[in-house]
């Protein structure tokens, strides 16, 4: 091959790289967005029944008259499962070109002083995350695995689930590979977009842990009150 061909694969490459790594990136920011909004509405448990139903019937009629019941709820969905499943895609493709970059192992020990177990874990704690999220519609949003399961009761469609111990269990583990998977995920998604700057490194170590470890810690709360 010649030189310029080497040359447009190697830049090829690296664009590509570059590109999945953005579309990681945003579509993370996206998701995150999400756990917010969802963990801030999980929140209304501690106002009690009313307050946690009337939150969840307030998103079937958003923009109500305007638009017609759960349209703009399944915009959002929609929306959602879109960025799920490029972030999935992205982050499968770059497991696919690292490994065919590297072929062989490293036959040396590796130095993974700048390495952190969340960093080395987030293929599985992915992993772990998709499989919870099935779990977790078809308990709390379809009713599937949730015998007591009752359209609109979300108050006390929880508090049954919750009261099985295994699924008690089941949820706070999955919360705990949430916060690992963000604590890297933070950091490195603020990287890809290229603010690393040392003038915002000091905010990002600071942010990624604590307001992660905060937010898992109410959720997870949550579960454990029930």
Known sequence: KTAY?????????????????WVMAVTGLGLLGFVLAH?????????????????????KTLLHPIMPNEVVLWIFRIALFTMLVLHVHAAATLTILNRKA????????RDY??????????????????LYLIFH????????????????????????????WPVA???????????????????????????????????RRYAAPVSYTHLRAHETDSYLVC
């Open 39 to 59: 963990m801030v509405g999980n929140l209304k448990m501690y106002l009690g029944r009313e307050d946690i139903d009337a939150y969840a019937h307030a998103l």
């Open 169 to 203: 269990i089941v949820y706070i583990l999955a919360n705990i590979a949430i916060a690992i998977h963000l604590f890297h995920g933070i950091w490195s998604a603020f990287q890809s977009l290229g603010l690393n700057s040392p003038r915002y490194n000091a905010a």
């Open 102 to 109: 590297r072929p062989v192992g490293y036959q040396s020990p």
């Open 113 to 130: 002083i700048a390495v952190s177990f969340a960093s080395k874990s987030m293929r599985y704690t992915g992993a772990i995350l998709f």
């Open 5 to 21: 061909e080497i040359g447009v694969r190697l830049v090829g490459s690296e664009m590509c790289i570059r590109d999945r790594k």
């Open 137 to 164: 519609i078809l308990d709390l949003t379809i009713g599937t695995t949730n015998p007591d399961f009752v359209a609109g009761n979300v108050y006390d469609n929880l508090v049954a689930s919750m009261s099985r």
